[in-house]
């Protein structure tokens, strides 16, 4: 197995084995992105290939600053954005006024699998769902979030709280059926 230093050199060199060992290395973890934030897996796959497609491309104005795994994580969420944004983005208006922040059940939480939460995140309406992988999964600020979306850093705000509103029903309503 060839270290990032050595895939980053030959894929700069367009050398395509290089490049599907890179594929390979890191697809699954960069398609569980692209998957966070699309409808559909073939959505997903979609994303992929094309975000791969960028990371090849620009792969040279790497610094080899930080983690290239992150880069490329950035690379995936952005052109997962961009896939969104050709969709009909939905962002429901208001503010935090109307909005409590729920507390989540922490021993529901932990009785559930990544798999589990992660099918219940997919649920969530668009606008909520996307705010909330961004902010919670990814680690992104509300103002980041806010330029990324080109809306308010208070609709970002309200949306991550309408997102965890949303996630606490969600789980009340399983912990009734088990």
């Keep these: 197995m060839m270290s990032d230093e050595e895939l980053i050199d030959g894929c700069i060199r367009e050398n395509r084995q290089v490049q599907g060992m890179l594929y390979r290395k890191y697809a699954d973890k960069m398609y569980a992105v692209c998957l966070r934030y699309s409808n559909s897996r073939e959505e997903a796959e979609d994303v992929l290939q094309e975000a791969f497609i960028k ?23 952005n052109t997962a954005l961009r896939s969104w944004d050709k969709r009909a983005r939905k962002f429901e208006p208001g503010d935090l006024d109307h909005v409590q922040e729920p507390a989540l059940d922490a021993r529901v939480l932990g009785e559930m699998g990544a798999k589990e939460i992660m099918k219940l995140i997919e649920q969530l309406p668009d606008g909520y769902k996307v705010v909330f992988n961004l902010f919670a999964v990814e680690g992104y600020s509300h103002k980041e979030i806010g330029e990324m979306l080109n809306i308010t850093e208070s609709t970002s705000r309200s949306q991550y709280a309408r997102a965890r509103k949303s996630l606490k029903l969600m789980l009340e309503k399983l912990k009734v059926t088990k």
Excluded: A, Q
Aim: a positive charge.
């Design 55 to 77: 990371i090849f491309d620009k792969i040279s104005k790497f610094r080899r600053e930080g983690s290239f795994e992150g880069w490329m994580r950035r690379i995936m969420v």
